[in-house]
């Protein structure tokens, strides 16, 4: 194998490719795979689960072939150079692949690509869909913060991606908090869905942050293939039946607290300060355009609370969330103004855009669990 490329445009096909195999438990996985033809280099990295292709074009090629190279190493080297030709030759011994420069030359070891495990096969009875890389970006963006760590209900630690013709949403839960995020533009032309792990879904989410091109996605009972712009990312499907959610959505719930969210993300912040660090509980204490969140450590003889702008003409209420929860949801909803539709202070709380459009077609709905409050 003998190409010369840019130094700078390796390194970018590179450090997406880095994330994927932060975690492997075969050492032929601590490279990358370097297949050179037709004048394309495809870059494969892979920790068995999740696989991640980038092509770039090469225009200076001496011999086309196939090596596993290591992966830190040649990282580590290419952030030492600014963008500069780089020359890679494999030498005569097949074991050394040579790296020359201007002013240099470096000699590290590379692999038989014999080793390097087979990309998985899509399966005779598949799906397909297309979404847009912003669609998608939402969607997943929107979601990831809620997919769980569990040991025991493995469906909880991803997201799940339900399409239908009628439209397409994004789910992700912990069990303490659901995240629903709905596009009624994203048609499939029949019902099926699959639950995407966390991890590929991060890689995922990093790299359609620099993409505007359709991403074609197909997917079987294992894998789910997502294609776009010069990349393929390929992520093994969580397997199990993810929960009922929509039966858990409260649709009735009476009472309408609607406030700034920004408003609320700083007042949280500041009293959950003075929280007791076993329960991080917050207290809403509701009543007519009121509403007085406070938080105590009987411990530590603190206390805090804030009465923040709303509107309110239901019950009056006291309920109570866990401040790290509030604050994720806070954090990365994109409204200004949000609408806590409430049943109880036992019933999960509903949080909504205040001010939905008839136009939109997106949509956001995120639900809360409360938390016993004992002051």
């Not at 990358?32 to 980038?54: C, G, H, Q, V, Y």
């Not at 789910?171 to 659901?178: C, G, I, N, P, R």
Request: net charge negative; proline share 6%; aromatic share 8%.
């Amino acid at each position: 194998m003998n190409f010369t490329v840019s130094s700078s445009e390796l390194l970018r096909a590179l450090s997406s490719g880095l994330k994927v195999i932060t975690k492997t438990t075969s050492p032929i996985l601590e490279n990358f795979l370097f297949n050179l033809k037709d004048n394309r280099l495809e870059i494969t990295a892979s920790d068995s689960e999740t696989i991640l292709k980038t092509t770039i074009d090469i225009e200076n090629v001496g011999e086309e072939g196939a090596v596993a190279v290591p992966a830190k190493i040649l990282t580590d080297l290419l952030k030492e150079f600014p963008d500069v030709p780089l020359e890679f030759t494999t030498l005569e011994d097949g074991t050394t692949i040579e790296l020359k420069w201007a002013n240099g030359v470096q000699s590290i070891p590379f692999f038989d690509p014999e080793y390097y495990p087979a990309d998985p096969k899509m399966g005779q009875e598949f799906s397909t869909a297309e979404i847009t890389s912003e669609d998608l970006l939402n969607g997943i963006g929107y979601t990831l913060y809620a997919t769980a760590d569990e040991v025991l209900r493995p469906v909880m630690n991803g997201i799940l991606f339900d399409l239908a013709p009628e439209g397409t949403s994004l789910v992700a839960s912990d069990s303490h908090k659901l995240v629903c995020y709905t596009h009624s533009g994203i048609n499939a032309k029949e019902k099926s869905s699959f639950i995407l792990p966390k991890k590929p879904a991060s890689i995922l989410k990093g790299l359609l942050s620099r993409s505007d091109e359709p991403v074609n996605i197909s997917f079987d009972g294992k894998n789910a293939h997502f294609s776009f712009q010069n990349i393929i990312l390929i992520g093994r499907l969580v397997e199990g039946t993810y929960p009922a959610y929509r039966s858990v959505i409260p649709k009735n719930n009476p009472n309408k607290l609607i406030l700034h969210r920004q408003d609320l993300l700083n007042a949280a912040k500041r009293v959950s300060i003075c929280s007791n660090p076993a329960t991080s509980s917050l207290k809403f204490s509701i009543s007519y355009n009121e509403l007085n969140i406070s938080a105590q450590d009987l411990n530590s003889s603190i206390s805090a609370n804030e009465n923040v702008p709303c509107q309110y003409d239901g019950d009056p209420l006291e309920i109570g969330f866990k401040s790290p929860f509030l604050i994720d949801i806070l954090t990365n909803l994109p409204y200004d103004d949000i609408c806590f539709e409430l049943a109880n202070n036992a019933l999960a709380a509903l949080i909504v855009n205040a001010a939905p459009s008839p136009d939109d077609k997106e949509d956001i709905c995120t639900l809360l669990m409360p938390v016993r409050i004992t002051y």
